[in-house]
């Protein structure tokens, strides 16, 4: 703020009210490498090698870091963007990661959440009541469009007095024959609500 009237010059200044201008600005992604150094070291009595354990990975052996990783599951899975869209905006950033590195990651990754996976699905299918549906979604192939689908279960007994949180379940497959939800179902002996599609 000015210490004095920009027009006379008196100190005599008494603020008024402001106005703010505000601007929307977008700061780039950054990449960066962190390297943990781990010294060995060698212990003259008895001869034995010590050495700070490696820092924590989410995949095993792996280089990924967890903000890196989740950033190509949501890419993958939240933005429907392929990985080889993805590898080539890394690239484009400096980054070079290949299709076969980020289908990896994937894979490591699938393997990593699987626990948590089958626990959403054992909650789900101890409901006594379930309601499923299935949806479409567009699937890139070599020189076209599939049409695969999305199985959904979900639990949610709130509405009705049940205390257990709700959940929901997701299962994938490339067309929509009655084998899937068989399959899903195999095991659950409680209500299912559908809607009347005669799939």
Known sequence: APESCPCCGSLKLVKLGEDVTETLEVIPRQWKVIQTVREKFTCRDCERISQPPAPFHATPRGWAGPNLLATILFEKFGQHQPLNRQAERYAREGVPLSLSTLADQIGACVGVLAPMFERIQAHVFSAGR?????????????????????????????PFGGAPPPAAVFYYSRDRAGAHPERHLASYSGILQA???EG
């Open 130 to 158: 379930i309601h499923g549906d299935d949806t479409n979604v567009p699937v890139l192939a070599k020189g076209k469009t599939d049409t695969a689908r999305i199985w959904t279960y979900v639990r949610n007994d709130r």
């Open 195 to 197: 809607d009347a599609d």
